[in-house]
């Protein structure tokens, strides 16, 4: 709005809630060098057509990033010394237990043991996902489209199932909830369930998960068709 011209001036409530990082100050401050644009906040206009005014705005800028670094090296303290302890953190349910985070579901810990039993007896994840949607069961989120295939091997991946705390991927305390599954039986899991990407890694191909069923509306995932001795790339309903 600035550079097009429908704004002159960038009021705020204080000069960190503008910006908290140096690089993104001096880009505004070469805005209103170039467009005259002002800065005003409640604790007073900064003028910044000075070269007072600029230091001045650099120093509380620089100040403001130093506050922002403390509080998260404060919050990262925080989240390892609750996962040494062997507390439960963040804001959504895991599926399996309350709200809690520490009394079994009884009725979805039973899923999960139906899962489990699924995959050492030979069946994939996404066909016991699919099968779930097929019979209404809710995701703890209530995603839109239901169970993938992806989310239900996460869980099953997932060492919180065995009672173990983790942090940054690395186990570090044995949690104080009750767990779902014997520590011999999740490992056993873990043998048996096909390696894949991490969680976070985008799709090896542009649609996988954003192309939609037409028949469903489920996300299409990546897939191979064999015909004779050829392959070839596809996208195809989990469901």
């Known amino acids: 709005d600035l550079e097009a011209g429908r704004r002159d001036a960038v009021s705020c409530v204080d000069q960190d809630r503008l910006t908290r990082r140096p690089v993104e100050l001096e880009g505004f401050i070469d805005l209103a060098e170039r467009l005259g644009v002002a800065l005003a906040n409640v604790s007073g206009e900064i003028d910044l057509s000075t070269a007072d005014g600029r230091l001045r705005a650099r120093l509380l800028g620089i100040v403001a990033r130093q506050e922002s670094e403390k509080k998260s090296e404060r919050v990262a303290r925080e989240a390892e010394q609750a996962a040494r302890r062997g507390v439960p953190r ?33 069946e994939t994840v996404p066909a016991i996902a699919g099968d779930w ?107």
Not at 107 to 122: H, T
Not at 207 to 218: F, K, M, S, V
């Open 90 to 122: 963040g804001s959504n349910r895991p599926f399996g237990w309350q709200a809690d985070k520490l009394t079994v579901d009884d009725g979805e810990a039973g899923l999960v043991r139906e899962a489990v039993g699924r995959v050492l007896a030979g």
């Open 133 to 239: 949607n097929r019979r209404g069961v809710p995701t703890p989120q209530a995603a839109q489209y239901g169970w993938a295939g992806a989310t239900l091997k996460g869980i099953l991946r997932s060492p919180r199932l065995c009672g173990l705390r983790t942090y940054h991927g690395e186990v570090v305390a044995e949690g104080r909830w009750e767990p779902i599954l014997d520590r011999q039986t999740w490992e056993t899991l873990q043998a048996r369930l096909p390696k894949g990407s991490p969680p976070g890694r985008p799709g090896g191909r542009l649609l996988t998960g954003i192309a939609r069923c037409g028949r469903c509306g489920g996300p299409l995932w990546s897939s191979w068709r064999k015909d004779k001795d050829q392959r070839t790339a596809r996208y195809a309903c989990v469901s």
